[in-house]
């Protein structure tokens, strides 16, 4: 499935238990009593290697570009800079909400050749807050970047959360068992996306297993290197699973822009619809 299919499908929305309703007879008070609430969001996450391309060039416009054209209401990069000198002294994340139209939050690992290197998180939804949550270091700091956003249609609080896990698979898991400890409540709706340098089958891939749902992509699931993939490393994650259906996941083929290739998910996010008005008298 291509992006435009995605798009599609996106448009159709929550409309679609609605309609299978109808279908079967069903009014669309009796839907309206018996369905719950949801909303249908498109989650994004993609390793953007600082806007370097594997032309060698620094291109931030073809990543909005391609942000754009996916047009996702949440997404997680990894490999950001804020006022680098590699990068021409630019704020990446500021950046990318400017030309993408959308709500930015920055997560600092460390501070890098006279400005900072970390992460971003871009927001279609209101924007609750923001955490930056640190993990324990490796050979570089790390730390996980959490947004609270409100649904539109439910008015429900979603948690996401983008991650870049580095650099060994001990280092690896002792970050998920930090940030783990540091979400707390599993009963919140959270998609936990990024690059997590992990295979699946690995230690860390099978430890976040036991309480996430880790999308499976089918036949075409490597995201790494973009130009001639045969690492699967970046994911995307659900808890707990009945808060989500998953309508449709790709991961994009674009080759030249970063040195990942990114993902696309289409959700539905439920919660529990208030219960119809008494009838007077």
């Not at 949801?38 to 291109?59: F, K, P, Q």
């Not at 971003?120 to 730390?143: C, F, H, Q």
Request: include cysteine; proline fraction near 6%.
């Amino acid at each position: 499935m291509n992006a435009a299919s995605l798009i599609g499908l996106r448009a159709g929305g929550v409309t679609l238990a609605l309609a299978a309703a109808l279908s079967s007879g069903c009014g669309p008070r009796a839907q309206a009593i018996s369905e719950p609430v949801a909303d249908t969001i498109r989650v994004m996450a993609y390793n953007i290697h600082h806007g370097e391309g594997m032309d060698s060039v620094l291109d931030l416009g073809r990543i909005a570009e391609l942000i754009t054209e996916a047009d996702p209401d949440l997404i997680s990069i990894q490999e950001v800079d804020s006022i680098v000198d590699r990068t021409e002294d630019v704020d990446q994340a500021k950046e990318l909400a400017r030309l993408t139209g959308m709500e930015a939050r920055f997560g600092s690992f460390m501070l890098y050749q006279g400005g900072a290197y970390g992460m971003a998180v871009l927001s279609r939804l209101s924007v609750a807050g923001s955490t930056n949550l640190r993990l324990p270091d490796g050979d570089e700091p790390r730390t996980a970047l959490a947004l609270e956003v409100q649904l539109p249609r439910t008015g429900l609080s979603l948690r996401f959360v983008g991650i870049h896990l580095y650099r060994t698979e001990a280092e690896r898991l002792a970050q998920v068992i930090s940030l783990e400890k540091q979400l707390g409540n599993e009963r919140i709706p959270t998609v936990l996306a990024g690059d997590f340098n992990s295979r699946p089958g690995s230690r860390v891939m099978e430890h976040l297993a036991r309480r996430w749902t880790v999308i499976e992509k089918g036949e075409d699931s490597f995201t790494f290197p973009s130009y001639a993939p045969d690492h699967e490393i970046d994911f995307v994650l659900l808890r707990p699973a009945a808060s989500f259906e998953i309508l449709a996941e790709e991961v994009l083929d674009e080759p030249v822009a970063s040195d990942h290739r990114p993902i696309l998910v289409d959700l539905v996010v439920r919660g529990k619809a208030d219960p119809p008005p008494r009838s007077a008298g």
